[in-house]
């Protein structure tokens, strides 16, 4: 199963129309919010993703970046912005801009779920990646993005795991060198066993060892809560120790991968836990929702302003 589809999407006409061209339906909540503002003061940059609150603001995603926007929300990230087209990114881009939100992360190249790309160190695959990350620089140019997900790919069964790990420094190194001149970061994302069997990259101290040996302000982690929960647990510890490598954030509450609240981990604990450190990045709303329709985007936004509260 791709993990990059389990929310929902409406579907991406590339029209005008679908942008906010006039979709009475993704303008209904402007019309019921009354005269008063229910924008949030997060303490965080919570970032949702497309489709999280379409039942309010439509299918549209610009009406959904005001939706988030009114809610409190002061960021964005949208896994499929390199297959948008450019002036899709580029309105995207305009209208974060103009709401003061900042852009998260999107997925820099093809993810390899069921065979070898980097951890084989094949020159074909390694170019086809480094390929992926220059057309990135492009895509984060026009949606004023910092941050690109990096997955190593799927394990090299016929290699030791030591040369695997040499061949995917050696691939990130040369990607840092497309990166570094325009000051964007690849964050490498260790995935847990249970939804990605097979994935190179596996643990929170594996992605620093490796970042350490890239030894570059262009490559540095990607810690999902709900990932390491699942493969390792000890969390607050283990962000620890990785603290001085990791540049993102990404949450969903185990089990379910669903918003905060909806599971067990004390989201509330490990959120203050960030803001006394003195985070201040993007964390990213890679989840899904527990319940469907505009109740369960309720429930969503309501989550977030429980364990915000510290």
């Given at each position: ?36 503002s229910?924008?949030?003061?997060f ?6 993703h ?44 305009a ?29 074909e ?30 394990v090299d ?41 097979g ?55 185990n ?9 067990e ?28 329709g ?6 969503v936004?309501?989550?977030?302003k ?5």
């Amino acid at each position: 199963m791709n993990r990059r589809k389990f929310i929902q999407k409406g579907a991406l006409t590339g029209s005008l129309f679908t942008l906010g061209g006039g979709l009475l339906a993704s303008n209904a909540w402007k019309a019921t919010k009354g005269e008063e503002s229910s924008k949030h003061s997060f303490k965080l940059k919570y970032a949702p993703h497309d489709g999280m609150f379409k039942s309010h603001a439509g299918e549209g995603i610009l009406e959904q970046l005001e939706f988030m926007s009114e809610q409190g929300f002061k960021a964005f990230e949208d896994n499929e912005m390199s297959g948008r087209s450019v002036e899709e990114q580029k309105q995207i881009g305009a209208k974060m801009k103009a709401l003061g939100m900042h852009m998260g992360v999107f997925v820099a190249h093809k993810i390899y779920w069921k065979e070898p790309n980097l951890t084989s160190g094949n020159k074909e695959k390694r170019e086809e990646f480094l390929q992926g990350i220059r057309d990135s620089v492009e895509v984060a140019k026009r949606v004023n993005a910092t941050w690109m997900t990096v997955v190593p790919g799927y394990v090299d069964l016929r290699l030791d795991p030591d040369f695997q790990t040499a061949n995917v420094v050696e691939s990130l190194k040369q990607a840092c060198e497309i990166l570094e001149p325009h000051s964007l970061v690849m964050v490498l994302e260790p995935l847990n066993f249970r939804d990605h069997p097979g994935q190179f990259l596996t643990d929170a101290p594996q992605a620093y060892q490796i970042c350490k040996a890239v030894d570059s302000p262009s490559c540095k982690i990607l810690f999902d809560v709900y990932h390491q929960q699942i493969q390792m647990g000890n969390l607050i510890p283990n962000i620890n120790a990785c603290w001085d490598e990791i540049a993102y954030f990404q949450v969903g509450d185990n089990p379910g991968r669903n918003e905060p609240t909806s599971g067990e981990i004390n989201y509330l604990n490990v959120f203050k836990h960030l803001h006394d450190k003195g985070f201040e990045g993007i964390v990213g709303m890679e989840h899904g929702n527990s319940v469907k329709g505009k109740e369960g985007e309720q429930m969503v936004i309501d989550a977030y302003k429980k364990v915000d509260d510290f």
